[in-house]
């Protein structure tokens, strides 16, 4: 029995240092300027003004009394090419992993008014090297303050792994400038330093040029021999990429940004050499690292990883550690790869990858060490707010321990208070839930009115300046850090919201008196959203967003004619269109799926026979749609309703359920898809052939009328589906697919996909949200009608006439655009609409695409409608 306890204390062990992975979306704790964990003697200047203002006062949101509360330096020094030479410096103790930097101006109880306008940034890891930070775009100035009052707080894009770290203020000589700041982060368990490799190397394919190098890297960089060395980058930036390389997590980079790779022919030997450096001897236990495979593009992970450990400046050990990956011939996803280490000792360690194709990418690299193998016997006691780290300069003593008791010791105690952290939070959560309660229907509009007309100011576009067309960009500033008392989740701003009165829900379209039935019954498709927001995994399926509110059943009562079981080996893999959380999509072609093309009378399939040409061998283009062997019998059941109501939808404009592979594990669905993929990709490659602008990359042109009737199609599908009762819930041009002569067809593959993953907001433990897309009643009060697939339908039209070019709102934060919704429900001419595209006449904007954004659902246009003003609009 007490091997069974440890066995499993040792697991539970093993999976926290899993997670020990840096996430820079929760590291985001405040490190001790305003708390006082930083300690004076850590905080220290060029200079500074008078004894008040010396550098100790310069902590964000804090006065003891003594001075007045900001680090002001003397007169300043005019820059020059070198830079602003004033500067605050705080020294961490240890290495930190900074995601956040906030800044403060000096006021002194009104009797002062100096802030920093700019400033810039220096860090480093041993206090001689500094480097001087940068954004993802190489610009190095950071906005600052515009009044001595208010916080403003920037994120570090890229994040920077450091010990000292200087705020350089930047102004005019003849200014005043003082500061106050803090720094959020967390601690680098890691305890990497400085990783060295050969440089990235740049990919041709298909004419795009794929630039594969380490754009963050802040070491020296040299040659392709020596490549890089002595600092950090893209692999330790806690981003890793994508499956598609030529796709990136950051918006308006070029191709290939997440990752670093490098091409087999310029490596004789065969392999990548990598080595690491950490700030002391650690007990290794692991190394994960994230390799692309597509290898449909020549992309595979490394095929054999080769590791040797060093434990001083002596030589390195002759016994490495070697692990052999078999050849994965099957998924193309990129994947984190576990390196055993074997609990080797070192304080360096070189890796050799070994290629497994014509290239090897790689995006992020992890290390995992025993955190008791290492104690700091230096006499100096240690102050208040230190962490524990031992730093490079202190020559530790190392020695290992080897006892069980003190892992089993440590384990349990890990596990009770994990229990008691669970306990208070059940309790917390229990008590909240009692006082939302209790809370009356007034107080809860009246804390709605608050939050939103303090962020109103935050907005500079109005609803007069948005008709006119101006394009400014927003002057939102402020970034919330998680750990901030006043952040607010917009999760917790929606669950307040549905307690509204009774008018609201008449704004809506809907009373509750005479909601719809939902379709989460006997006879509804799984979604992912209902009307109370239902609760979703991370990740979703992807595969069915219809819902039926109020089905005509009689107009769905026909026999399953596309129900046809086809053979699984004629199905030939082409590439994965996404992964959800029940099962994947895939992109195939299907031998001999014209016979059941042919054979079906509708008018929507025999289209996609017209789309083939060629004999009857010919290999259709289709959407594969599985589930996965373990899912359990509720998610079959709701794969098996979407058959049967997939099966019976039959439109020009909508994509068709072809066949089935129901025999036999693992269940798929067959459907359309169309030879130029989505259209949100397919417009992003064009360009108006009005445009007259010559680009070094000539993009095919479309024009204006060919943009209007795609919406049209659009318009007719949604139309067919409305008079159905259908109620799609995630219209957009990421669920459209393009067919020839711009014939368009509505599908619902955009959530299952990567590449569109920036479009849904999740909120915690609930659901996954198309929110630059939902009208304000479904987000705010979670209804979803055929008024809201009409607003849905203004945001897609607003995509095509803009080709694509950029999101919905790109210059609001998703909580901004939730906040932007509370102003279309308080109606007091603030909200942020969409601008009108440059090439879409005011007739259709103010007319059209405004009135699908109508504050009242019941004065939105019927699908009906918008089809027959979109005819007109083209004759």
């Not at 306990?423 to 229907?441: C, F, Y």
């Not at 509720?634 to 439109?651: G, Q, T, V, W």
């Not at 007319?847 to 083209?874: D, H, V």
Request: glycine share 8%.
């Amino acid at each position: 029995m007490k091997a069974l306890q440890i066995r499993h204390c040792l697991l539970l062990l093993l999976l926290t240092a899993v997670r020990t992975q840096v996430n820079p979306g929760v590291c985001r704790y405040p490190l001790g300027m305003t708390g006082g964990q930083i300690l004076d003697e850590d905080i220290s200047a060029s200079s500074q003004w008078s004894e008040s203002t010396a550098a100790r006062y310069g902590r964000l949101d804090f006065d003891d009394g003594d001075g007045d509360g900001a680090w002001c330096p003397d007169i300043m020094a005019e820059t020059d090419a070198g830079g602003p030479k004033d500067f605050l410096q705080v020294d961490l103790r240890s290495l930190h992993f900074i995601t956040l930097v906030g800044t403060q101006g000096r006021h002194a109880d009104g009797m002062g008014n100096e802030f920093a306008q700019r400033y810039r940034i220096k860090y480093s890891r041993d206090g001689s090297r500094w480097v001087a930070w940068h954004d993802r775009k190489g610009r190095q100035v950071i906005e600052g303050n515009m009044n001595a009052y208010d916080v403003v707080l920037k994120d570090l894009e890229p994040p920077i792994i450091a010990r000292f770290v200087r705020f350089m203020p930047i102004t005019d000589h003849s200014m005043i400038v003082c500061m106050r700041v803090e720094l959020y982060g967390c601690e680098w368990l890691d305890g990497l330093v400085s990783y060295s490799a050969p440089a990235g190397q740049e990919m041709t394919y298909r004419g795009l040029d794929v630039h594969l190098n380490d754009s963050v890297y802040d070491g020296s960089m040299g040659l392709q021999s020596v490549g890089m060395e002595e600092g950090l980058g893209q692999l330790t930036d806690g981003t890793w990429g994508l499956d598609d390389f030529l796709h990136s997590h950051v918006y308006g980079v070029w191709h290939g940004y997440d990752y670093v790779g490098w091409t087999n022919e310029s490596f004789p030997k065969g392999y990548v050499e990598m080595t690491f450096e950490f700030d002391r001897v650690r007990n290794f236990t692991s190394m994960k690292v994230h390799c692309n495979n597509m290898f449909s593009r020549g992309v595979r992970m490394f095929r054999q990883a080769s590791c040797y450990f060093r434990t001083s400046e002596l030589d390195w050990e002759s016994q490495p550690v070697t692990l052999r990956l078999p050849v994965d011939r099957v998924s193309q996803s990129a994947r984190f790869i576990t390196v055993p280490l074997g609990d080797r000792m070192a304080s360096a360690i070189k890796c050799r990858f070994a290629f497994n194709e014509a290239w090897m990418m790689i995006s992020e690299v992890a290390f995992q060490s025993a955190g008791t193998a290492v104690y700091n016997t230096s006499p100096t006691p240690r102050k208040r707010g230190h962490p524990t780290n031992v730093l490079p300069g202190d020559d530790p003593i190392h020695k290992v321990d080897e006892s069980n008791t003190r892992i089993l010791i440590g384990c349990l105690v890990a596990i009770i208070v994990i229990l008691l952290a669970i306990i208070v939070i059940i309790l917390w959560r229990q008590v909240w839930q009692k006082m939302l309660e209790k809370a009356s229907r007034r107080m809860l509009d009246d804390e709605l009115s608050a939050r939103l007309a303090v962020q109103t100011q935050a907005f500079s576009f109005h609803r007069s300046s948005q008709s006119s067309g101006d394009g400014s960009n927003s002057t939102y500033e402020r970034i919330f850090p998680l750990c901030s008392s006043d952040y607010q989740e917009p999760s917790r701003l929606i669950r307040k919201l549905p307690e509204f009165s009774q008018s609201t829900e008449e704004l809506a379209g809907t009373s509750s008196s005479s909601r719809p039935p939902q379709a989460c019954g006997s006879d509804g498709a799984p979604h992912y959203a209902e009307a109370d927001i239902v609760s979703l995994q991370e990740g979703t399926t992807g595969s069915n967003t219809y819902s039926i509110t109020a089905v005509n059943m009689s107009l769905l009562s026909g026999k399953d004619t596309a129900m046809r079981e086809f053979p699984r080996d004629k199905l030939t893999f082409k590439e994965k269109l996404g992964e959800g959380q029940f099962g994947e999509v895939h992109l195939c072609e299907a031998e001999g799926m014209q016979d059941i093309v042919e054979k079906d009378p509708s008018e929507a399939v025999n289209d996609l026979s017209n789309e083939v040409e060629g004999s009857d061998d010919t290999p259709i283009l289709v959407a594969v749609k599985t589930l996965r062997e373990d899912a359990n019998k509720n998610a079959r059941n709701d794969f098996l309703k979407e058959i049967r109501i997939m099966s019976r939808l039959r439109d020009p404009n909508i994509v068709s359920l072809l066949a089935v592979c129901v025999e036999s594990d693992p269940l798929c669905m067959i459907t359309e898809y169309m030879e130029n993929g989505d259209l949100n990709q397919f417009l992003s490659s064009h360009q108006l052939d009005e445009v007259e602008e010559i680009q070094s990359s000539v993009k095919a042109t479309v024009s204006y009328s060919n943009l209007m009737s795609m919406a049209t199609q659009v318009a007719s599908g949604m139309k067919y589906l409305s008079s159905l009762n259908f109620v799609h819930r995630d219209l957009a041009t990421r669920n459209c697919l393009v067919g020839k002569n711009y014939t368009i067809k509505i599908a619902d593959f955009g959530m299952s996909r990567n590449l569109y993953r920036g479009d849904y907001y999740r909120i915690q433990g609930r659901a996954v949200l198309p929110i630059r897309w939902m009208s304000w009643e479904s987000i705010l009060l979670g209804k979803f009608t055929m008024a809201s697939d009409v607003w849905a339908f203004g945001v897609t039209l607003w995509e095509i006439l803009t080709l694509c070019e950029e999101q919905p709102y790109s210059q609001f934060s998703d909580e901004q655009v939730i906040e932007n919704t509370g102003e279309f429900f308080r109606d007091q001419g603030k909200q942020v609409y969409l601008p009108r595209p440059a090439c879409c006449p005011d007739a259709v904007y103010s007319s059209l695409m405004l009135g699908c954004w109508r504050r009242n659902a019941k004065q939105r246009p019927t699908f009906q409608e918008i089809y027959s003003q979109l005819g007109e609009s083209q004759e």
